[in-house]
């Protein structure tokens, strides 16, 4: 990749599913309206610094893995990257905001990168709670035991609250749809682009207040989507949800890659966010 000054903050979509809002907004009863189908968008995030630097954000789900649940899937990180003028031999780190599946597979991918999470979400998944039904749906025991290898690597990294992945790049310990989860706030312009990842799948959850049916503490969830719509609220301040299919309007295309939304280039529907 050359070192150009581009500064650049990607969505890549890389599947896709078609699901229901009964099985996608907890208690959904609740609300008193009939349930119908919702197409939910797999993604990953690619950040270019104008230092030439890449901050890969999640690595989607593996290929077997996705054809295992039955997923529609389009790429991988490494097949997709190159498309974006990105070697991903040249990735400096890959964020995990959380360790579900559908973010952690493909991590073998990136060997020499850092790899930085929370400490409580690998704690979370390392330890004695993680094997219960309820969780253990969510993850793949193959990648945990990659974090844990690179644990032992020296390269990953765990941090608790607030952290400088990059210059201009924070993550943020929210919590809540996982014990660890993390948004990524990335200084853009004047502005800020907020990667809430899966602690916002769909725009629906802050604007209607409708918390996601997959959780770890819904207290924390809620206190979430609280900080998110406080971002929102901010000039120049453009949510980006985990699993929407909106982002894909409320952000412009890239203008060569299918599949890819420009996230710094949000069109005036995003604000609304
Ligand atoms: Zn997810």
Known sequence: MANDGTR????VRYGNRVSTRAETFL?????GEPDGKIELDYYFWVIRDGAGRVTLVDTGFAPAAGDRRRRNWFTTPADALPGLGVDPATVAAVVVTHAHWDHTGNLH???RAEIVMSRAEYEFWTGPLAHRAQFAAHIEPDEIAFLRAAHREGRLTLIAGQHAAAPGVELVEVGGHTPGELIVTVAWGAGTVVLASDALHFYEEVERD??????ADLPDMYRAYDLLAALAAEPDTWLVAGHDPAVRTRFAPHPTAPDVTDL???RPAAATG
Do not use: S, T
Request: net charge positive.
């Open 109 to 111: 991918q990136f060997p």
């Open 27 to 31: 208690n959904y009863h609740l609300y």
């Open 8 to 11: 650049e903050v990607l969505a």
């Open 210 to 215: 409708r918390p996601f049916a997959i959780l």
């Open 264 to 266: 710094g280039r949000p």
